[in-house]
């Protein structure tokens, strides 16, 4: 009934664009392309394979043309992957019909070798268009820049497009020879040109051979990728795409970017924000010309292909018993992701990480113990522990090393992982026998190379109070740059410089990856012999290892750090430099500017130089003065002038914070007798400001410091901070509404 309903549904559509959409066989001539990207061995997550198989036939009922394409990364990241070198997801895709892919970074992650047998062994084709071997004689892999498909006289080119990151993504070593030359280009470049020109010449010769239709098959992304090679760039930098369906950053979205001439083009990524498989994209070329993109979701539609759902079950089943072995426990859960659905591991430190990081340092014997963010695919819950649970959250089959390293090694190294902070970066490390600071008010000073690799850090450090853990007296201490210190991690990171650490390149090697011992194994060991099979209450939360201040001047754990924080956050105030000057004082501009910004920044028409003759056009603060001053919040003075760069005292802070409360409807008439106010001081604050200062202390949006109230003192930047948190918390409880953001945790 189902497939009758839409049967006739499509037919309603396809009638109200013309008869031309239809064929003689009642079928639609539209071309439906569905796309999946990031699927990372989720073999049955979302609506899995047999799901993405069920509605490629659903679509194949109503539909003469339907592809079904992948856009990278689905052959690593699970058990399955890992012990079959990614051979059991390459035969499920043949099973679901898949017709395209282009590689992900993760394609390369079983070597060169395993990848030629993977392209070989797969009955649809691997495109990329980019992707080129610089060795003797040609590359075994099997793939070609593009293919054009003929469906029914109109011509749609796919073309592939791999990410110039994946020397850094993956292990540069694979893409190297014996002597460590690359012997593979991603047509990378410092510019990004090298790959647009390469895209466009692809374009171009797809054209020129009649294609109606581009279709570009990426692997680039956006969110924490690199600008030049994000597939937004390529967009905007090349002409004749029609529709790109990307992956790489696992964003799930539908969206249009102009390209080199204007021209709208269709981006679309199936992604996994809610998960593998939550999402299939479909893209549709319309009979009439026109493409639309749409992304289904897994909750919306259940159906399976029995098929292909006892196909993988059966790979599944055969090897269960043995990872299905209970091999450790846990006594807490240890998170890749927060309660709001948002990733931790690749910009924060996590208990995930610090575990991995622990059990490589005492594992290798080492001073230091790293684990990059990249590394870590999912959580180790509460309860027992699976081989299959340790094998997801570890699935590279990476082997632990151990170097020598000089302390400058390791501060360059700490720089590189936080080069993106806060956006999210594969490199971003966990560290055990470390602690350390980023000042992320730092810009990054890193100079990196045409393929994404560190060179050096070229001006200020944004990651400083580098301290190391003396083993012998248990206390932390200053790192030395000139001393030798031994490092323990994963041969991906400090062995074949994955992630761009390329500062390990000159180190010694004192221990090398053994096959018998992979990362996996290694964190497995760790939990057996040290923690006594149980991973314990000591990984409940983050050990403390990484901080993170906005500000070189704000001290952790200062009264006024989160405040200061979160209105800096929200865009309410800016630092100054890389400080943030909290002990300075707070001016009427300020003032007033802070106060506009929280009140969303409403447009004024005024000019304020007809308002306040000290007061200049186009200045930071010239439209908050003119719409306090409009709205009564405050006034100049006598002489016609605002003073906009005057400190301004507590008490006079007190009135204009009980003004704004006034203009959002609200009374500051204080409920008790003034004489009853424990102030000292009480009767230093001027009249006209005494009620004002009254209910600010009453409501405790204003304290006192010690037991007077300091009225004639010059407010704080602080003290702003603070005020702005309490007031906003103040406003949303008048009007029983939710806080936009945290402002209720900054009370204190």
């Not at 990307?246 to 199936?270: F, M, P």
């Not at 403390?544 to 924080?565: L, M, Q």
Request: with cysteine; hydrophobic share 40%; glycine share 10%.
């Amino acid at each position: 009934m189902k497939k009758l309903v839409a049967l006739l549904l499509c037919l309603i559509m396809v009638l109200s664009l013309g008869t031309t959409a239809l064929a003689a066989d009642g079928k639609s001539n539209d071309i439906v392309i569905l796309h999946t990207d990031d699927v990372h061995c989720g073999v049955s997550d979302g609506m899995g394979y047999a799901g993405v198989a069920a509605y490629k036939a659903e679509m194949e009922q109503t539909h003469n043309y339907v592809a079904l394409v992948d856009c990278g990364d689905a052959v690593q990241g699970g058990a399955i992957g890992t012990l079959s070198g990614g051979a059991y997801l390459v035969d499920i895709m043949n099973e679901t019909g898949y017709d395209f892919a282009t590689f992900g970074n993760h394609e390369f992650d079983y070597k060169i070798p395993q990848l030629t047998k993977l392209t070989k062994q797969a009955k649809f084709k691997y495109l990329a268009c980019n992707f080129k071997y610089l060795g003797k004689g040609t590359s075994d892999i099997a793939y070609k820049p593009y293919e054009i498909v003929d469906y029914g006289g109109t011509k749609v080119a796919y073309i592939g497009i791999a990410t110039p990151e994946s020397f850094v993504k993956s292990t540069p070593a694979y893409f190297q020879d014996a002597n460590g030359n690359y012997i593979y280009s991603f047509c990378e470049d410092d510019d990004g040109s090298a790959l647009y020109k390469a895209v466009q010449n692809t374009v171009d010769e797809v054209k020129k051979a009649g294609a109606n239709y581009v279709i570009a098959l990426a692997h680039l992304g956006n969110e924490g990728t690199t600008d030049r090679w994000s597939s937004k760039a390529v967009i905007a930098n090349t002409t004749g795409i029609d529709a790109m369906l990307d992956g790489h950053d696992h964003l799930t979205l539908t969206t249009k970017v102009s390209n080199k001439d204007g021209k709208d083009v269709i981006l679309a990524e199936a992604g996994q924000e809610e998960g593998k498989l939550a999402t299939l994209g479909k893209l549709t070329i319309a009979a009439d010309g026109t493409i639309t993109s749409e992304l289904i979701s897994a909750k919306d539609f259940t159906e399976k292909d029995e098929t292909v759902a006892s196909y993988v079950e059966n790979i599944q089943n055969s090897f269960s018993d043995t990872v299905s072995k209970v091999v450790a426990k846990s006594s807490v859960t240890l998170n890749d992701y927060d309660e709001n659905g948002s990733r931790l591991v690749r910009n924060s430190e996590t208990a995930l990480g610090d575990l991995a990081a622990d059990a490589y340092r005492v594992m290798m014997d080492a001073d230091i113990g790293i684990m990059n963010g990249g590394g870590l695919r999912a959580p180790i819950k509460e309860g027992d522990i699976t081989l299959n649970d340790i094998l997801t959250v570890f699935p590279w089959g990476n082997l632990p090393c151990k170097m020598e390293v000089t302390g400058q090694t390791v501060l360059d190294m700490l720089e590189m992982g936080a080069i993106k902070y806060p956006s999210e970066s594969g490199g971003f490390l966990s560290v055990s026998g470390l602690k350390y600071t980023i000042v992320s008010s730092i810009p990054s000073s890193i100079e990196l190379s045409d393929k994404g690799e560190f060179v050096k850090v070229a001006g200020a450090r944004r990651v400083q109070n580098v301290q190391v853990l003396n083993k012998k007296t248990g206390v932390y201490e200053p790192i030395n740059p000139n001393k030798t210190y031994t490092l323990g991690g994963i041969d991906y990171t400090i062995t074949y410089c994955g992630d761009g650490f390329t500062m390990f390149k000159n180190s010694k090697v004192l221990k090398a990856g053994d096959a018998t011992m992979t990362d996996a194994q290694t964190v497995l060991s760790y939990i057996e012999t040290k923690l006594g099979g149980t991973i314990g209450e000591q990984y409940s939360k983050p050990a403390g290892r990484i901080s993170i201040v906005k500000y070189t001047d704000v001290v952790p754990g200062k009264w006024y750090e989160k405040a200061v924080n979160y209105v800096s956050d929200n865009g309410l105030m800016n630092g100054v430099g890389t400080g943030f000057n909290p002990d300075g004082a707070l001016t009427r501009g300020m003032l007033v500017t802070i106060l506009y910004r929280q009140a969303s920044s409403p447009a004024v028409e005024t000019k304020v130089s007809a308002k306040f003759s000290d007061c200049v056009e186009d200045s930071w603060y010239a439209p908050a003065v003119v719409w306090a001053a409009e709205n009564g919040i405050v006034g100049g003075y006598a002489d016609g002038t605002f003073a906009p760069n005057k400190a301004i005292t507590r008490q006079e802070m007190a009135k204009i914070m009980a003004k704004y409360l006034n203009w959002k409807g609200l009374d500051t008439t204080p409920s008790s007798e003034i004489s009853s106010y424990p102030i000292n001081d009480l009767n230093t604050i001027g009249g006209w400001a005494i009620e004002p200062v009254c209910f600010c202390y009453e409501q405790g949006l204003l304290n006192g410091r010690g037991s007077n109230f300091a009225p004639q003192a010059n407010a704080t930047r602080a003290e702003a901070c603070v005020v702005l948190c309490r007031l906003q918390k103040y406003v949303d409880a008048q009007s029983a509404q939710p806080a936009a953001a945290e402002p209720a945790a900054l009370a204190g």
